[in-house]
């Protein structure tokens, strides 16, 4: 085209800004209503907040800041094909594992046939009237490779750039939702560097490749989510069936098979099963609380002072560090333990948090009364079988209540049942309750188990020496208590 035809820049631009104006009106609203008129309650949402560390130290935080969004650039467009995978799908069992290999290969294969065929089909329609790919990046100026893989790159980063500037940072095991707007550039990047592959054969290989890994991540993860979606209903049935009631003002923390990343995620659930009366106060009150086992929390619960009484998406949540309940799970095929400060019974495969503060625990916060409340079913799922995690919740309340007789009763049923603890930590009620009784056989026979660990051998032997000195035990099973255990 001759030049003098040519429509200058400068006038395009005005065009396309004109023409891109109503769309900024929304977005741009929104701006200024949320920097200068809307006040965050959280601290992550708080904009001067945020930006307060830019202020304090602007050259460090800002190559923080660089350095933070090229990691979560390369995570984005490279890493996330591979380190996801990596995490959820290589800790699945066998029959997972080859039902998501299966899946995998079957997608990819149907995917590279229907594109193939599609091509081939536009070929042979157009076949002699469509120029070759060749012709066509030599006759335009533009190169959509280039174009694509520009849009892509810069889609993928400014969808970073709100994550950066709230001080987040893209981590796949529990902040991967960081990179879902960046997740369609991300995608366009990736199609045109396949585009730049001269090889059909390779390229074609290649997206099934990518399919495949994408496939076998999103059913890892779905396994993977199921899994915790079926410990966290277990865990709250095992609470609901061994504590009849708690005390308001309880503070819980716990560690049990799933992700706890939120204190909501405990004191939300007890609030439902224990108090789930409809309110009407703003903002509503929770009586039990909860906390994390962050490091700064352990150091709080274990000098037992302080108090945090945050408003949680209009609930008012009191967190004392001084009347904590300590619930544990060691692993998915265990039961939970509701621990008491004065007896803290432990599993070897507890985490160290929990045995740092489990003397804290103050099992007054269970009320025995009453009977076992029942969690909701839309949220808790319907009740589990009973199994043995049922009788030994049952006998661990029993023993609270100081009913010896039905703890001994309690191990004789699910025992005859075929039913047996995965924990030997759980064997701890029924020592007792033996000793108590007398039943020597019993006694003797647990005491093989139970110092077969050196862990729980040293518990054992602690708790029927403090059984002795309050003169619960005879003095005949006194003598063979201490022979058994502690020798």
């Not at 590279?112 to 070759?132: C, H, I, K, M, Y």
């Not at 609470?239 to 009631?245: E, K, N, S």
């Not at 060691?330 to 489990?358: N, T, W």
């Not at 919740?393 to 005859?416: C, F, I, N």
Request: net charge negative; proline share 6%.
């Amino acid at each position: 085209m001759d030049d003098k035809y040519a429509i200058p820049n400068s006038y395009l631009s005005t065009r396309v800004f004109l023409s891109w104006l109503p769309s900024l009106l929304g977005p741009l609203t929104f701006l200024i209503w949320r920097l200068f008129f809307f006040t965050s309650e959280r601290n992550a949402t708080d904009v001067g907040l945020q930006f307060g560390a830019l202020f304090a130290s602007p050259l460090q935080t800002g190559f923080w800041w660089l350095a933070r969004f090229i990691q979560d650039t390369i995570n984005v467009v490279f890493l996330a094909w591979g380190v996801p995978l990596y995490n959820l799908a290589f800790n699945l069992r066998l029959s997972e594992t080859w039902i998501g290999f299966t899946l995998a290969f079957a997608v990819a294969a149907g995917v590279v046939f229907v594109l193939v065929r599609v091509q081939e089909s536009e070929s042979s329609t157009f076949g002699a009237d469509l120029p070759s790919p060749e012709v066509e990046l030599q006759e335009s100026k533009v190169d959509w490779r280039v174009e694509m893989l520009c849009v892509g790159l810069i889609s993928a980063a400014a969808g970073l750039i709100p994550v950066i500037l709230v001080n987040r940072h893209v981590e796949f095991f529990s902040l991967s939702r960081y990179t879902l707007a960046s997740s369609v550039g991300a995608a366009m990047a990736v199609v045109a560097m396949l585009g730049y592959l001269s090889s059909a054969r390779l390229r074609w290989g290649l997206v099934g490749l990518l399919t495949g890994l994408a496939v076998l991540t999103h059913y890892a993860n779905a396994v993977n989510i199921a899994k915790e979606a079926d410990a966290v209903k277990n865990f709250w049935w095992q609470v609901a069936w061994r504590v009849p009631q708690m005390r308001e003002g309880t503070t819980l923390a716990a560690y049990f098979p799933a992700s706890i990343q939120e204190d909501y995620f405990l004191w939300g659930a007890a609030n439902l099963i224990y108090y789930p009366e409809p309110q009407t106060t703003q903002p509503i009150e929770a009586p039990i609380g909860g906390v994390l086992l962050t490091p700064e929390n352990v150091t709080r619960i274990l000098t037992g002072k302080g108090v945090d009484e945050p408003d949680r998406r209009n609930t008012h949540v009191t967190m004392d560090y001084d009347n904590m309940l300590i619930l544990a799970q060691a692993s998915p095929g265990s039961c939970v333990r509701v621990l008491d400060g004065s007896q803290p019974e432990l599993s070897a495969g507890d985490d160290p948090r929990i045995m740092l503060v489990a003397s804290l625990s103050r099992i007054e916060n269970v009320i025995v009364e009453g009977p076992s409340p029942v969690p909701l079913e839309a949220a808790f799922g319907p009740e589990p079988e009973h199994g043995w995690c049922w009788y030994y919740q049952q006998a661990s309340l029993a023993r609270q209540m100081g009913d010896w007789k039905r703890v001994a009763t309690l191990g004789d049923e699910g025992l005859s049942l075929g039913f047996y603890p995965a924990d030997s930590v759980e064997w701890m009620p029924f020592m007792q309750a033996y000793a108590v009784l007398g039943r020597e056989k019993d006694l003797k026979k647990l005491a093989s188990i139970l110092r077969a660990d050196a862990f729980l051998g040293d518990q054992a032997c602690s708790i029927v020496t403090d059984m002795a000195k309050d003169g619960m035990l005879s003095p005949e099973m006194e003598s063979f208590a201490l022979e058994w255990y502690c020798r």
